[in-house]
């Protein structure tokens, strides 16, 4: 994800509020003029609006990990790694199919040798088809044999979710062929939900601290992201 280059929205928000609030307190005489004006602005600096937006998705987005913060950050059985009491939760969303979530997995797996303090915990949100449904059933019957991340691992080295991909993955975690249980079945709908309620626009979808990051942002953005939660508590 490339930096931004744009003017930071909270310079133009704080003045465009201001001037909002004087058109209240002004009354009727300013309406016209200033309505004029904050049209004319917004036509001619139009990239203030994507800011905007991206403002208050990202607020949202914050309020909605707030409130479900306990059921995002607590997994299933184990599909979790590094440290039981870390005092930063890393949250991924992925789907075995997506190329973004197998690029995304070294960085991961970095982050946790580099820190000790460092939890991870994997919600499988397959949205990618039928293959990456059979993946998902696979990989949580293997969180529920304590067998997680040598699935998870052994899967993304296999390639895309297949039949055959997933059975040499459970053949290298030492696992039989899985069942579709109500357990796993209420797993990844409860993983649906929790993807709507954040914003979730596909995958991956990383949850740290307040943050929510969208798509294969890199090491460097996780760290980042990471250390800001550590120093927000």
Same mark, same amino acid.
């Given at each position: 994800?490339?930096? $931004? ?5 909270? #310079? @133009?928000? /704080? ?8 058109? %209240? ?21 139009? =990239? ?9 998705? *990202?607020? =949202?987005?914050?309020?909605?990990? $707030? &409130?479900?913060?306990? &059921?995002?950050? #607590?997994?299933?059985?184990?599909? @979790? ?6 005092? %930063? /939760?890393? %949250? ?14 070294? *960085? %991961? ?12 915990? @994997? ?9 990456? =449904? ?25 390639g895309r979710p297949s039949a055959s991909t997933i059975a040499a993955a459970r053949q290298a975690a030492g696992l039989p062929e899985p069942a579709l249980t109500d357990e796993i079945r209420r797993e990844v709908q409860r993983n649906y =939900?929790?993807?709507? &309620?954040?914003?979730? /626009?596909? /995958?991956? #979808? ?22 800001? &939660?550590?120093?927000?508590?």
């Amino acid at each position: 994800m490339e930096p $931004s280059s744009r003017r930071p929205a909270g #310079t @133009w928000l /704080t003045g465009l509020a201001a001037l909002l609030l004087g058109i %209240v307190i002004g009354g009727g005489a300013m309406l016209a003029a200033n309505g004029y004006f904050v049209r004319s602005y917004l036509l001619a600096h139009p =990239e203030v609006l994507p800011e905007a937006m991206d403002r208050l998705r *990202d607020r =949202e987005a914050s309020a909605a990990v $707030s &409130a479900n913060r306990a &059921a995002i950050e #607590t997994p299933f059985r184990g599909a @979790w790694a590094g440290a039981a009491d870390g005092d %930063v /939760t890393l %949250v991924e969303f992925f789907d075995y199919a997506c190329p973004y979530c197998r690029a995304s997995n070294p *960085d %991961v797996a970095r982050l946790l040798r580099e820190d000790r303090r460092l939890r991870v915990v @994997w919600r499988d949100y397959p949205v990618l088809g039928p293959d990456s =449904e059979q993946a998902a059933v696979a990989s949580l019957a293997a969180a529920g044999a304590g067998r997680y991340r040598q699935f998870h691992d052994a899967l993304y080295a296999a390639g895309r979710p297949s039949a055959s991909t997933i059975a040499a993955a459970r053949q290298a975690a030492g696992l039989p062929e899985p069942a579709l249980t109500d357990e796993i079945r209420r797993e990844v709908q409860r993983n649906y =939900e929790l993807a709507r &309620a954040i914003g979730a /626009t596909g /995958t991956p #979808t990383f949850v740290i601290g307040n943050q929510v990051l969208q798509g294969a942002v890199g090491y460097d953005a996780l760290k980042a992201a990471i250390a800001e &939660a550590r120093s927000a508590r």
